[in-house]
């Protein structure tokens, strides 16, 4: 609970003009309402001394101290809670920022259902802290003070008969706080889980109709939907225990206040006014106690939700890079990359248990792993499946670290560059071309925003996309599907292609990108390619070797006995055709393929 209100408090900070208006408004309210049993005291009195006429007089009371009350509630809740929204939006705000600087060994331990579940359930449930958690426990200790000190001022004796039930009060919220706390807990980490299930089948939706896996993928989520509404259930019994607990022990307080107050007023000890306005005020108390049973189970909701915020805000981001002038970017010469002794082993590896039993580490993918691109070089990777390949790519821009070892552009580690600098200068297009909902156009241009259409049709004409485009109803202006799902997967590579060759880079990565095209298009793109890459360093990552053949060096990757990635052959293309080792025989079978594929 500490934990919790030490990251919250300083969300807060940028609102104490608010909060001081929104508790200020609290105080009057709280103060008109408890003005109203001392105006019935003295209304009760008079009408027991047969003073009728007065009863006007005090009705009028009455009524001015409900509006009051009402109008300073509504201010109240209008500063007090609108903070909570305030400090809600900067909360997300930073949650959203965070994730952006995470790195993908991160994103790789957590499913996209489990984060979107903490940005919203988890985040709803701090709010809830910082707007009726904060507020209610304020008015309650006002109206509780208020009380006890008119209470008091009636029958000190009176007053500890109706409140002997305090003690039991603060056990019963000591023991089933915990427990709330506890399920709260699991319930918020079944609720990621449907989350994630649900979020996969979506963007999955076509592969699972394809499958016909749809009464397979409802038992799935039948299953977690059950497990989910069994820990609710399971939080909802100690919940609903609460309350009815709560009004049990204020009952049997209050039948305890009835009857010693009545044997007081016919002892002459009080008036039947006070003892109507001490009821009054224990049953004001009434709703102070809910609320405390209801503010534990806010905070304690909160607090479980906030210790799952806090496994993402404690997540350790790549640096901040700070601001690099445009100018920077300008007219810049290629740049040469250099792996020295380069060891790397993907994080996920070891979650998922690749250390062994015995505790050892995960077999590396790069091991003492050196490479040499010079500077203008388009260089081809190729190999097996789980060759390395694609890891050797995703280390130049940073999408991983090495654990050991570096990379080194211009002669400068990668790590010692800022990240904007670095990615500036690296157009990276992965095997996955993620697209966004939104419009072609705006897909190409995403990394420069202010591109001019004209760019931005020449970058489409490169990657061969132009002339679908032209065939689309709305042009450039065409509406993609969530992930790029309106279109096909040899279209969304083409983006990917264009949207990297739009970026004026001094080095371009491309990781097996065109796989989904036929060979027609293919050398289309890569004459494309060729033409961009003049005055740039070009990295290709292909599994057709028909892809690489122009390159100036190839290299095969293969894992040697300890799994760690080598290169094994290097060369052109037709130095390692006519060498006749492992490149060639792969060339031989795939140009086989091919033949036989055209029969």
């Known amino acids: 609970?500490?934990?919790?209100?030490?990251?919250?408090?300083?969300?807060?900070?940028?609102?104490?003009?608010?909060?001081?208006?929104?508790?200020?408004?609290?105080?009057?309210?709280?103060?008109?309402?408890?003005?109203?049993?001392?105006?019935?005291?003295?209304?009760?009195?008079?009408?027991?001394?047969?003073?009728?006429?007065?009863?006007?007089?005090?009705?009028?009371?009455?009524?001015?101290?409900?509006?009051?009350?009402?109008?300073?509630?509504?201010?109240?809740?209008?500063?007090?809670?609108?903070?909570?929204?305030?400090?809600?939006?900067?909360?997300?705000?930073?949650?959203?920022?965070?994730?952006?600087?995470?790195?993908?060994?991160?994103?790789?331990?957590?499913?996209?259902?489990?984060?979107?579940?903490?940005?919203?359930?988890?985040m709803n449930a701090v709010r809830m802290v910082l707007g009726p958690g904060l507020m209610y426990p304020v008015e309650t200790v006002f109206t509780t003070v208020g009380c006890f000190a008119f209470?008091?001022?009636?029958?000190?004796?009176?007053?500890?008969?109706?409140?002997?039930?305090?003690?039991?009060?603060?056990?019963?919220?000591?023991?089933?706080?915990?427990?709330?706390?506890?399920?709260?807990?699991?319930?918020?980490?079944?609720?990621?889980?449907?989350?994630?299930?649900?979020?996969?089948?979506?963007?999955?939706?076509?592969?699972?109709?394809?499958?016909?896996?749809?009464?397979?993928?409802?038992?799935?989520?039948?299953?977690?939907?059950?497990?989910?509404?069994?820990?609710?259930?399971?939080?909802v019994a100690v919940s609903a225990a609460l309350f009815p607990l709560l009004l049990a022990l204020i009952g049997m307080g209050l039948a305890g206040s009835l009857v010693l107050g009545g044997r007081m007023v016919i002892g002459g000890a009080i008036t039947l006014g006070e003892l109507v306005a001490f009821l009054f005020y224990y049953g004001y108390l009434t709703w102070p106690m809910i609320a405390i049973g209801w503010v534990v189970n806010i905070h304690q909701r909160g607090a479980a939700s906030m210790k799952r915020l806090a496994v993402i805000f404690d997540a350790e981001p790549l640096p901040a890079p700070p601001a690099v002038p445009e100018a920077a970017y300008a007219d810049r010469p290629a740049a040469g990359i250099e792996f020295r002794d380069v060891r790397f082993a993907y994080p996920s590896a070891a979650q998922n248990g690749a250390a062994g039993s015995n505790g050892a580490e995960p077999r590396p993918v790069l091991s003492d792993f050196n490479l040499r691109i010079e500077p203008g070089q388009t260089v081809a990777f190729v190999g097996r499946t789980g060759s390395g390949k694609s890891t050797v790519a995703r280390l130049i821009p940073r999408i991983y670290d090495a654990q050991r070892g570096s990379i080194r552009i211009d002669?400068?580690?990668?790590?010692?560059?800022?990240?904007?600098?670095?990615?500036?200068?690296?157009?990276?297009?992965?095997?996955?071309?993620?697209?966004?909902?939104?419009?072609?156009?705006?897909?190409?241009?995403?990394?420069?925003?202010?591109?001019?259409?004209?760019?931005?049709?020449?970058?489409?004409?490169?990657?061969?996309?132009?002339?679908?485009?032209?065939?689309?109803?709305?042009?450039?202006?065409?509406?993609v599907g969530e992930r790029g799902v309106t279109l096909s997967g040899g279209q969304r590579q083409r983006a990917a292609i264009a949207r990297a060759l739009l970026l004026d880079s001094r080095i371009l990565v491309f990781d097996d990108?065109?796989?989904?095209?036929?060979?027609?298009?293919?050398?289309?793109?890569?004459?494309?390619?060729?033409?961009?890459?003049?005055?740039?360093?070009?990295?290709?990552?292909?599994?057709?070797?028909?892809?690489?053949?122009?390159?100036?060096?190839?290299?095969?990757?293969?894992?040697?006995?300890?799994?760690?990635?080598r290169v094994v052959e290097s060369g052109t293309h037709d130095d390692l055709v006519a060498a006749g080792g492992l490149y060639a025989g792969m060339y031989r079978r795939q140009m086989l393929e091919e033949e036989l594929s055209r029969l």
């Open 1 to 122: 609970m500490l934990d919790m209100w030490r990251r919250v408090l300083p969300y807060l900070g940028p609102y104490k003009g608010r909060l001081a208006f929104g508790f200020a408004a609290l105080v009057l309210c709280r103060v008109f309402f408890l003005v109203v049993p001392q105006v019935l005291e003295r209304a009760v009195d008079a009408l027991e001394a047969g003073a009728t006429s007065e009863m006007w007089t005090y009705g009028g009371f009455i009524v001015a101290a409900a509006g009051g009350s009402a109008v300073f509630r509504y201010f109240m809740r209008w500063y007090l809670i609108g903070v909570s929204r305030y400090a809600e939006y900067d909360l997300r705000r930073d949650f959203y920022l965070h994730l952006q600087r995470l790195p993908a060994a991160f994103h790789a331990r957590f499913r996209v259902g489990d984060i979107l579940s903490r940005g919203a359930q988890d």
């Open 151 to 235: 209470m008091l001022a009636i029958s000190p004796r009176l007053t500890l008969v109706a409140l002997a039930v305090m003690p039991v009060v603060s056990i019963l919220m000591k023991i089933l706080g915990e427990k709330i706390f506890r399920r709260s807990e699991v319930v918020q980490a079944k609720m990621a889980d449907i989350s994630a299930v649900v979020q996969e089948n979506a963007a999955a939706a076509r592969l699972v109709r394809a499958f016909v896996q749809e009464d397979a993928q409802r038992k799935v989520f039948g299953k977690e939907n059950e497990a989910y509404a069994a820990r609710s259930m399971e939080l």
């Open 411 to 479: 002669g400068r580690d990668v790590r010692e560059i800022p990240l904007q600098e670095l990615r500036r200068d690296i157009g990276f297009v992965p095997q996955d071309s993620f697209l966004f909902s939104m419009t072609l156009r705006d897909n190409l241009a995403f990394g420069d925003d202010d591109a001019p259409l004209d760019e931005v049709h020449r970058v489409a004409e490169e990657a061969g996309l132009a002339g679908d485009i032209e065939g689309f109803p709305g042009g450039y202006d065409t509406m």
């Open 513 to 565: 990108v065109l796989s989904a095209v036929d060979s027609e298009t293919e050398s289309r793109i890569l004459g494309a390619v060729r033409r961009a890459s003049r005055d740039r360093t070009t990295v290709i990552v292909a599994h057709r070797l028909s892809t690489v053949k122009d390159a100036d060096v190839i290299y095969l990757l293969d894992a040697d006995e300890t799994g760690a990635t």
